[in-house]
T-cell receptor, first 111, second 114 residues
């Protein structure tokens, strides 16, 4: 079992729709969870962080965390073509200083 | 505020050669992590440096080594290059590995091994 798993996609959604990206992780001791966006040929950039169960909203982005199910998700509302990128889920465990990324989900927003 | 800077941005080597990649962390950051990202894959953790010591290491062979200097900058060295070492090498800095864990990435060094 991979430490952080994501569906590689591509996930295609029409412009204006909600994009839903999912991630599962294996280490129950993980405490911090992140979503990074990576445009083709560029480095990852942080878009959301979440540390406790529930939802966290920032503009068009909502991160959801369920530690019991070891599940993290990212919702993008009113998706725009500029949101087309690969979205990387990352999990951090402070006890081991391990910061592990998933393989990423490629999102395509169709105009 | 200077972000994370990496050099060189692109380089081409042949099998068996050695390469050194360099990274300067974001101002105020003291922890540097290195990642390897192959095409179509997520970043794979190589190792992390804090207080000039290797704090944590991923599943990479000893051909991959590193160093952190007193000014927190870091180098990644790869010996005896293989074709499979071709990848984007990302440096990420953070404030203390025991902190929130948020990473700031440089633009990467793209290594091609022929």
């Amino acid at each position: 079992q991979k430490e952080v798993e994501q569906n590689s996609g591509p996930l295609s959604v029409p412009e204006g729709a909600i994009a839903s990206l999912n991630c599962t992780y294996s280490d129950r001791g993980s405490q911090s969870f992140f979503w990074y966006r990576q445009y083709s040929g560029k480095s990852p950039e942080l878009i959301m962080s979440i540390y406790s169960n529930g939802d966290k909203e920032d503009g068009r982005f909502t991160a959801q965390l369920n530690k019991a199910s070891q599940y993290v998700s990212l919702l993008i509302r009113d998706s725009q073509p500029s949101d087309s990128a690969t979205y990387l889920c990352a999990v951090f465990t402070s006890g081991t200083y391990k910061y592990i990324f998933g393989t990423g989900t490629r999102l395509k927003v169709l105009a | 505020d200077a972000g994370v800077t990496q050099s060189p941005t692109h380089l081409i080597k042949t099998r068996g050669q050695q390469v050194t990649l360099r990274c300067s962390p974001k101002s105020g950051h003291d922890t540097v992590s290195w990642y390897q990202q192959a095409l179509g894959q997520g970043p794979q953790f190589i190792f992390q440096y804090y207080e000039e010591e290797e704090r944590q290491r991923g599943n990479f062979p000893d051909r991959f080594s590193g160093h952190q200097f007193p000014n927190y900058s870091s180098e990644l060295n790869v010996n005896a290059l293989l074709l499979g070492d071709s990848a984007l090498y990302l440096c990420a800095s953070s404030l203390n590995p025991a902190n929130t864990g948020e990473l700031f990435f440089g633009e990467g060094s793209r290594l091609t091994v022929l």
